[in-house]
Antibody
Framework: EVQLVESGGGLVQPGGSLRLSCAVSGFTFSSYWVSWVRRAPGKGLERVATLNRDGSEKYYVDSVKGRFTISRDNAENSLSLQMNSLRAEDSAVYYC????????????WGQGTTVTVSS | ELVLTQSPATLSLSPGERATVACRASQSVSSQLGWYQQKPGQAPRLLIYDASNRATGIPARFSGSGSGTDFTLTISSLESEDFAVYYCQHRGTFGGGTKVEIK
């Protein structure tokens, strides 16, 4: 069964850091691009970051550039999102997703992990 | 920068009715458009890819059409489990979402 399982969410103070992880199983992880997507309370979906198969190409939404880092370990079948200098507006449910095709289609999603940035 | 504009923001319909959600792109995306469904407390689910192809396991009442800049997601006859939020997507851009709610 194809599965993505996120972990690492929680409550953090503004300016703090958090590292999200996504454990992948059921498919050849190294063959796919992957993304992190978030949904803030009352808002729509927002693609946060995308990473290519070998980790050499990274794309970020402008609001997280310089603060978030996406990475992967193909040997461990895992994806990470290091989030620094967190702000209240980063509060959201964060999903990891497998990317298919050549326009970022996300065909398999994790169940999500909640990040709350608050003092 | 690509912008995807969905309309309407909210659609109030009864079970059995037809739902039509529009997505307009600020520049041509050819047929490279996906549609997703998200229910409360759940992850998004891919419904439609390449503008008009149903993803695996998606019921036939869901259909997509369009190319270039104008796209449509149609649910031919709403069932209770279809009341949710729907998003279109191309590359790193999502539309703002359309909530299909029970009238």
């Amino acid at each position: 069964e194809v599965q993505l399982v996120e972990s690492g969410g929680g409550l953090v103070q503004p300016g703090g850091s958090l590292r999200l992880s996504c454990a992948v199983s059921g498919f050849t992880f190294s063959s796919y691009w992957v993304s992190w997507v978030r949904r803030a309370p009352g808002k729509g979906l927002e693609r946060v970051a995308t990473l290519n198969r070998d980790g050499s190409e990274k794309y970020y939404v402008d609001s997280v550039k310089g603060r978030f880092t996406i990475s992967r370990d193909n040997a461990e079948n895992s994806l990470s999102l290091q989030m620094n200098s967190l702000r209240a507006e980063d509060s959201a449910v964060y999903y990891c997703a497998r990317v298919q095709g050549n326009y970022g289609l996300m065909d398999v999603w994790g169940q999500g992990t909640t990040v709350t940035v608050s003092s | 920068e690509l912008v995807l504009t969905q309309s309407p923001a909210t659609l109030s319909l009864s079970p059995g009715e037809r739902a039509t959600v529009a997505c307009r792109a600020s520049q041509s995306v050819s047929s490279q458009l996906g549609w997703y469904q998200q229910k409360p407390g759940q992850a998004p689910r891919l419904l439609i890819y390449d503008a008009s192809n149903r993803a695996t396991g998606i019921p036939a009442r869901f259909s997509g059409s369009g190319s270039g800049t104008d796209f449509t997601l149609t649910i031919s006859s709403l069932e209770s489990e279809d009341f949710a939020v729907y998003y279109c997507q191309h590359r790193g851009t999502f539309g703002g979402g359309t909530k299909v709610e029970i009238k």
